[in-house]
Nanobody, 125 residues
């Protein structure tokens, strides 16, 4: 069964750093674009970051630039989200997503439609 499994979420304090991982299983995602989205309590899901199949093209939401970084390790079939200097506004469930076939995506990640189940991040003051 093809799956994306997020990990690395938890409870942290404001100012901390956190790295989320998303491991693919059941098939290789080495030729697929991937990305991260998040959904805060009471809000709609929003784009966080995306990356091309080879990691050379990345997009990060404007409001998160400078704090969040996305990377991809095709040897591990895994995409990462490095989150620095987190704030309570970063509290959300973070979802990993992959394209079905495309190697590239855009600044909205709108062709990323294979989803993981999410990992919860809670940032306290």
């Amino acid at each position: 069964q093809v799956q994306l499994a997020e990990s690395g979420g938890g409870m942290v304090q404001a100012g901390d750093s956190l790295t989320l991982s998303c491991a693919g299983a059941g098939r290789s995602f080495s030729t697929n674009a991937m990305g991260w989205f998040r959904q805060a309590p009471g809000k709609e899901r929003e784009f966080v970051a995306s990356i091309s199949w080879n990691g050379r093209q990345t997009y990060v939401a404007d409001s998160l630039k400078g704090r969040f970084t996305i990377s991809k390790d095709n040897t591990r079939n895994t995409v990462f989200l490095q989150m620095n200097n987190v704030t309570p506004e970063d509290t959300a469930v973070y979802y990993c997503a992959a394209s079905r076939t495309a190697g590239y995506t855009n600044s909205d990640g709108d062709n990323l439609n294979k989803w993981g189940k999410g990992t919860r991040v809670t940032v306290s003051t």
